[in-house]
């Protein structure tokens, strides 16, 4: 074969620094950003923070598309000063593979759900007209910084008193001890046996000190013996003797609501027992929850759903909105100085600020477009809550706004809104489709709803098997099978029948 040289002419989408930049901010949380902007502050001079204006009014449901911040951001992109941006390629006309996530290839079914929280149990022995203790404490207090506060007034011996510190520093965020006494011993002696076994009796002295401080149970090595602690702190009574005795042999009995067997072993009558039950039920299993730091829970929604006459419209929160202009007095003293010989290092850097300020406010503006489709789409969850979710997947809103749904994927990622019922990622309103007797399609959301009011309303005494369940969603025309059930129930965190049987 003889060589040859041949000419062809192909066209392919290239994606650009800019436009690279721009798909990667937009799925970035609303933490991620603010982390960008303060790195591409200390990186480009020409950057700056734009002071709030004093006075200045919060945007509206009447104009969400220009917010202050947006239009500071529009106005500096769009002013060029003789340095003319080439024109990117649309985000949304990049096609993307295998490499985004495959459970939101459909916008389907999802393994989590959010608004599912474990919530703490009520303080045993407090009153409403007294304040514990914990609420007095300062809210930004640890649970370390509150019994060393507790410590100092103890007045121990120095060397109690550091055995005690030892162990506060070895309490996990739940209040419980991480490591056993022999551990701790061995990590402070080292090899050395006789001081090793002074130490682990001075620790266990020291254990006790510990325990009886508050919150009652801190200090455990196990629930049962947390259980225990909290149980000893109240009035002596026949229930609580029995609960004490639960707590430290028939746990496992107790969770399997097995009445007959703790009766057995316990040799109580069926009222103690249950008196007991609601004892360990009123008590603390994790006594450092009430010191974990509830901002590092919250979340600040990226947009905000407000009513408008009959008409639900998406505002941007302002308060996630960074505020950025380009510094006029850098950017005069570079036009004036084009000849000079690093003129165009610096023009590249002051393109690149406009660049960004540009993929921020195409960021916002997408994120607002998504949400504002999704709300249209979801009209009836904003009036009636959860059980009115439609089915909804990611191709109608790609297809409905133009973009692809990769776009869409990103967006709705770590990207909250704030509605009447609360605040929930933009992923949840996205939901699989069950059909009904209809003809119809019901949303795997709504059905979840379903699910929870079916359970709250059962007899506690003959509580619903997923069978049932599946039976009683098909009488009101919803098809869903017994495994789809009991899939829902777990992802909702509610205990099979057997678990939520009363005593």
């Known amino acids: 074969m003889k060589p040859s040289l041949q000419v062809r002419l192909s066209q392919h989408l290239a994606l650009t620094p800019q436009l690279q930049q721009s798909i990667r901010l937009l799925q970035l949380s609303t933490l991620e950003l603010h982390q960008e902007v303060e790195q591409m502050l200390e990186q480009n001079p020409f950057l700056e923070p734009e002071e709030d204006p004093a006075g200045e009014a919060a945007p509206t449901a009447a104009g969400p598309e220009r917010t202050p911040a947006s239009e500071t951001l529009a106005a500096e992109a769009e002013s060029g000063d003789g340095f003319e941006a080439p024109e990117a390629p649309s985000m949304d006309s990049v096609e993307f593979g295998a490499t985004e996530r495959e459970d939101w290839e459909n916008g389907t079914e999802r393994d989590d759900f959010d608004g599912i929280r474990e919530t703490p149990a ?99 090595r196990n629930l049962s013996e947390c259980l225990c602690l909290q149980l000893q702190a109240l009035p002596r009574s026949e229930a609580q003797v029995v609960a004490t005795l639960i707590c430290k042999h028939h746990l496992e009995t107790l969770a399997r609501r097995d009445i007959k067997k703790l009766m057995a072993s316990t040799g109580a009558g069926e009222e103690t027992i249950k008196e007991a039950q609601s004892l360990i039920v009123s008590l603390e299993p994790k006594p450092g929850r009430p010191f974990t730091r509830a901002e590092a829970n919250v979340v600040v929604p990226d947009v905000i759903v407000q009513k408008v006459g009959r008409q639900w419209k998406v505002v941007l929160n302002p308060d996630v909105m960074p505020r950025l202009r380009i510094n006029d007095l850098y950017a005069q003293a570079l036009k004036q100085q084009r000849a000079h010989e690093g003129a165009q290092a610096l023009s590249a850097r002051l393109q690149e600020a406009r660049w960004f300020m540009k993929n921020i406010q195409q960021r916002f503006e997408t994120i607002q477009r998504v949400a504002q489709a999704i709300v249209e789409r979801q009209k009836n969850f904003f009036t009636h809550g959860e059980i009115a979710m439609k089915p909804l997947v990611l191709r109608e809103i790609a297809d409905e706004l133009g973009l692809h749904e990769s776009t869409i994927s990103r967006v709705t990622t770590a990207k909250y809104m704030a509605t009447p019922f609360g605040t929930f990622e933009l992923k949840y309103f996205f939901g699989s489709s069950l059909n009904t007797e209809a003809g119809g399609n019901a949303s795997s959301t709504a059905v979840r709803a379903l699910i929870k009011q079916l359970v709250a309303s ?11 369940i599946s039976e009683m969603l098909g009488e009101q025309g919803i098809q869903v099978a017994r495994r789809t059930v009991a899939k829902y129930r777990e992802a909702l965190k509610i205990a099979p029948a057997n678990l939520r049987k009363a005593l």
Do not use: F
């Open 122 to 220: 009520p303080r045993n022995g407090a009153n409403d007209d007294e304040l514990d203790p914990i609420d007095r404490a300062s809210p930004g207090i640890s649970l370390q910084d509150h019994l060393r506060q507790q410590l100092m007034g103890m007045r121990l011996a120095p060397v109690d008193a550091a055995a005690v510190m030892v162990l506060i520093e070895s309490l996990d965020e739940d209040g419980y001890l991480a490591d056993s006494l022999e551990e701790i011993a061995e990590r402070l002696a080292g090899d050395d046996a006789e001081a090793r076994e002074e130490l682990l009796e001075r620790l266990q002295c020291a254990l006790k000190w510990l325990q009886s401080l508050e919150p009652t149970g801190v200090g455990a």
């Open 458 to 468: 059962e007899d506690p005494k003959k509580p619903l098997s997923d069978s049932q």
